[in-house]
């Protein structure tokens, strides 16, 4: 099969709250850590709800289950549901992102994302890194209408450590969405519509690219 192959020194992950990228990229993250750069950056670590409290240190336990280096992991402190409220400063946040990482490739929320965060997220990471490539993940409480269309082949081995990384979040371990079987089931059926095992499977936002017709 030839797949089609697309790299990046530098890997960034965005997402709203701890627990959303690894719902989105978990086994993505762990197929690729070893290979490149991977920069994983939260916008609320959640400590303004006194019923999520650990979910800041869960997510740095997931990050490290991923193989994600502690000083690739961000965690900022926007108030979770008043993104809208802070899109300036959010925008100015990621610009400063964009000026020290300078990543090839940015994974974000989907557009079919409802949750007021995510849309924001979205929206401000699209203006702030123009001309880049950027990818959209699936966090499944809260998408309509979703339907990856860049589909990336991973292992079983990716799969389980995926899992393994969302059974950190034991805040969580009673939403259906935490659940192995859902995660691997989604895992299987966009490895499915990839002819493929395993995917994880995203939407596209913007793609910048270059065509070489000489192969390897």
Do not use: W
């Amino acid at each position: 099969m030839n797949d089609m192959t697309f790299y990046g020194q530098r890997v960034a992950f965005i997402g709203a709250h701890p627990d959303d990228i690894e719902l989105g990229c978990g086994a993505l993250i762990a197929h690729i850590v070893q290979k490149t750069e991977v920069l994983c950056i939260t916008l609320s670590d959640n400590q303004k709800n006194p019923t999520l409290k650990n979910v800041k240190s869960e997510h740095l336990s997931s990050m490290n289950v991923l193989g994600v280096s502690p000083k690739n992991v961000l965690v900022s402190e926007f108030e979770t549901r008043r993104f809208p409220q802070a899109r300036q400063e959010i925008l100015e946040y990621l610009i400063s992102i964009r000026h020290q990482y300078h990543p090839d490739i940015v994974f974000t929320h989907t557009r079919a994302d409802i949750h007021q965060d995510h849309g924001t997220v979205t929206e401000e990471t699209l203006r702030a890194f123009r001309g880049t490539t950027v990818l959209g993940f699936d966090v499944l409480r809260s998408t309509y209408g979703f339907f990856p269309n860049f589909l990336v082949g991973v292992t079983e081995d990716d799969v389980d450590r995926k899992i393994a990384a969302l059974a950190e979040y034991k805040t969580y371990t009673d939403k259906y969405y935490f659940n192995p079987e859902t995660t691997r089931a989604t895992l299987i059926r966009h490895g499915a519509l990839a002819e493929r095992p395993y995917a994880e499977g995203f939407d596209i936002l913007r793609i910048v690219s270059s065509f070489d017709c000489q192969r390897g």
